[in-house]
């Protein structure tokens, strides 16, 4: 079946360069969040993105993470001048609801990051 | 904004034992409560949630029960198995457009 689809689902980098990381949705959700998983931490919101509405931003933790979702479907997250503490695992995850109250988050397997 | 716990971080049973997961939460204001169970390398994936109009939810072996008062919820796991084992996840919303998830548990069910 059509899943969430993640790519890369591995990444190592070089401190200092940028990385893109990329999100297919299951067709026909209209919401689509990206989480961080850090090693022993909880899911961390970072973005959500519903229909055409302007994105909720604040989980980003710096102006180096940014993220676009182009035609109402596919997303990238974007990680410039990466730091050793931006490795972790990055999830997608799309809903058929307009808030997390109205629809389960289908989430995908996730983007491993390594920034050495 | 919403603070959610979970406690023990690592839980082994034996096989066939049941198995409890404590969340609690910060803002009165959460009324969706949902657990999530990933197995290595996957994605987390939503096995049953409950909302604040009722106090527990069945749903085969696993069961949550929401304390509004004492703000807390639980995830009861019974006739445990080993494909049972695996990281579990509570979350709370109150509505807006993300949910807050505690730090997760591990599972461990010994054959």
């Known amino acids: 079946g059509a899943g969430v689809s993640q790519s890369p689902s591995n990444k190592v980098t070089e401190k200092g360069k940028d990385v893109e990381l990329r999100c297919d949705p299951i067709?026909?959700?209209?919401?689509l969040y990206w989480y961080r998983q850090s090693l022993g931490q909880g899911l961390e919101f970072l973005i959500y993105?519903?229909?055409?509405?302007?994105?909720?931003k604040s989980g980003l933790p710096s102006d180096r993470f940014s993220a676009e979702r182009t035609g109402g479907s596919v997303s990238t997250l974007t990680i410039q001048r990466t730091q050793q503490e931006d490795s972790a695992v990055y999830l997608c995850?799309?809903?058929?609801?307009?808030?997390?109250?109205?629809?389960?988050?289908?989430f995908g397997e996730g983007s491993r990051l390594t920034v050495l | 904004g919403e603070n959610v716990e979970q406690h023990p971080s690592t839980l082994s049973v034996q096989e066939g034992d049941s198995a409890v997961i404590k969340c609690t939460y910060s803002?009165?204001?959460?009324?969706?409560f949902p657990w999530y169970k990933q197995e290595l390398g996957k994605g987390p994936q939503l096995i049953i949630d409950?909302?604040?109009?009722?106090g527990e939810k069945k749903d085969q072996r696993i069961a949550v029960t929401l304390n509004k008062t004492a703000k807390h919820f639980s995830l009861h796991i019974t006739e445990t198995q080993p494909e049972d084992s695996a990281v579990y996840f509570c979350?709370?919303?109150?509505?807006?457009?993300?949910?807050?998830f505690g730090k997760g548990n591990q599972v461990v069910v010994i054959p």
């Open positions: 979350a709370a919303s109150d509505g807006n457009n993300r949910l807050a």
């Open positions: 995850a799309s809903s058929f609801g307009s808030t997390a109250n109205t629809g389960e988050l289908f």
């Open positions: 067709s026909g959700h209209t919401a």
């Open positions: 803002d009165s204001a959460s009324n969706y």
């Open positions: 409950i909302r604040s109009n009722v």
């Open positions: 993105f519903q229909g055409n509405s302007a994105p909720d």
